[in-house]
């Protein structure tokens, strides 16, 4: 959910909570008002009434239309005050909402009973009438506030969206300074300031990094191509005892597996800085057809047989020497651990690569298997970097790896 509209529904939440309980107080406050007006009016007729039974020694005189309708009854002893709400009925008979007030009144010599009554129905009219214009009211001055809220919002939040999207632009193999909007507000300012400051040093450190890559690829990797080729030459020669060409061969063996660990060290920085930037459509049908036959020796020697299931041929947009490190991992990995006259299957669909190989169970844990430097045997003389480089492959370019073992099987399932 955007921010924006995440705001504007708090906002529209609160606002509507806010009016909502205003409107509650209010229809109340009102109505406690009007009824105070009313009794107060009652009790002033009949301060009216008693003084002027009192001066004039009679009951005052009765209007027929005025609202509050008094009327006098003789009685023998004086009445006790009373103020309430009944219901009554009126012209028509029919039953109405009314305040009365009853008290005595003497005047002469004879004791009066006095009833002062008021119909509620118009004072009840007055207070929906009013509560109804003020929700109308309210309703539309709800909406112009949101609509009002959300166009502020929008201008005031434009600077940042800005930011952001020059944020998903950035690339770190770009070497030119982000361009990113100027900003009237302080904060936003600030913050293009902080970003501008990070991303340059950023991008400084990974031309660093890179190029420390570089040199100490070409750097470490030229020494021990000496060293292995002057050990060949030492192998070669007549005058070695069998312990020394023993030893000799110990360290060739020491030296190939130092190169494939640099090299495979050196790959997964590489691939990690995103230094593989050149995308295109690979064909994974035929990468996998061309793969396998590259990889024939090594299938025929174990006697391996290749079930292929290959259902579609998708394209995926991907750097063309990681897709065929990809392959050649899995691949790789698929025939070596795998048993003589074995079994690869390969399932290739739109979505999907799914490769099946028959092996031994794994001594390692399975949740550690696409971890660096772990092996599917301690004493297997693999680097353990196959399949964490494969892992890789897969995030860089958002794919999901699975792996399982079942029934003597090992499946590791991609996802693209």
Not at 303 to 317: D, R
Not at 342 to 367: D, M, R
Request: charged share 25%; glycine share 2%; with cysteine.
């Amino acid at each position: 959910m955007k921010l924006l509209t995440k705001t504007g529904i708090y906002y529209l939440a609160l606002t509507l909570m806010l009016f909502l309980v205003g409107g509650i107080i209010f229809y109340f406050s009102l109505s406690n008002i009007i009824n105070e007006s009313i009794t107060e009016r009652m009790y002033s007729v009949k301060e009216d009434a008693i003084k002027y039974a009192e001066k004039n020694s009679t009951l005052p005189p009765v209007s027929p239309i005025d609202v509050y309708k008094v009327v006098f009854n003789e009685v023998n002893s004086p009445v006790k005050e009373n103020l309430r709400d009944t219901m009554l009925p009126d012209e028509d008979q029919e039953l109405e909402p009314y305040r009365v007030l009853t008290f005595s009144v003497m005047a002469g010599e004879k004791n009066y009973s006095a009833s002062i009554s008021r119909p509620l129905v118009e004072s009840d009219d007055l207070i929906e009438s009013i509560a109804y214009t003020l929700g109308i009211l309210t309703v539309i001055l709800l909406v112009v506030l949101f609509l009002l809220n959300w166009y502020l919002s929008k201008n005031m939040w434009k600077p940042f969206y800005k930011t952001l999207d020059e944020l998903k632009k950035f690339d770190l193999n770009e070497r030119e300074q982000m361009n990113l909007p100027s900003a009237k507000t302080s904060e936003f300012r600030i913050l293009n300031f902080e970003i501008l400051k990070m991303t340059e040093k950023i991008q400084r450190d990974y031309k660093n990094l890179k190029e420390f890559t570089e040199n100490a690829s070409h750097e470490i990797q030229t020494p021990l191509a000496i060293i292995r080729s002057k050990l060949e030459l030492m192998i070669q020669s007549e005058n070695l005892a069998e312990e020394q060409i023993k030893s000799i061969h110990e360290i060739y063996e020491s030296v190939n597996r130092l190169s494939k660990l640099n090299q495979s060290l050196l790959l997964l920085a590489k691939i990690e800085n995103r230094q593989f930037g050149e995308e295109q459509n690979v064909d994974f049908k035929n990468l996998i057809e061309k793969k396998l036959e590259q990889l024939e020796d090594m299938i025929l020697f174990k006697n391996i047989s290749i079930e292929k299931k290959l259902i579609a041929s998708p394209q995926l947009k991907i750097n063309f020497q990681l897709a065929d490190i990809l392959l050649s991992n899995i691949f790789g990995n698929a025939i070596k651990h795998n048993v003589t006259d074995g079994k690869i299957i390969i399932e290739l669909q739109n979505n999907s690569l799914v490769v099946s190989n028959i092996g031994n169970p794994l001594e390692t844990p399975t949740e550690q298997l696409f971890e660096r430097f772990q092996k599917a045997s301690p004493s297997s003389d693999s680097v353990g970097l196959g399949l964490s480089i494969v892992k890789q492959i897969c995030e860089t370019y958002n794919f999901k790896i699975k792996y399982s073992y079942s029934n003597s099987i090992h499946t590791v399932s991609i996802y693209f």
